[in-house]
């Protein structure tokens, strides 16, 4: 939905969101930099393997990475303003998930009954 909206239709976009990766790429360095070399390489793999060889790009596609980087984390590192804002970011992708699902269904040319979008 997203490739076909922005990515696909304005060249620019992808171009616009380099800030976003660069940053997201030096938050995950900060959280790795203490960890052994074998325990990153291996993060680095599972993203690589879980997202590079995917045709469509979805959030479910992060959920295992997701879950290996947030056990490599310590105490030290989750602070109360952390735990906020992570909670805080599941809790807005529920939301416009369900608001996506209740509000726009769909049809397909072959089927007469109503599609929901749901990932």
Known sequence: YIWSKFFKRYVAF???LIPVYVSCSILLYLQLYD?????VILLLVCIL???VLQKLLEFRYFILPYCLLRLQLNEKQSTKIALFLEI????????VTIYV????????PDNENIQRFMW
Do not use: V
């Open 101 to 108: 699902f209740c509000n726009k269904p769909f049809l397909w």
């Open 49 to 51: 393997l879980a997202t």
């Open 88 to 95: 805080l970011q599941a809790t807005i992708i529920n939301a």
């Open 35 to 39: 960890r052994s070399l074998i325990n």
């Open 14 to 16: 992808r171009y616009l």
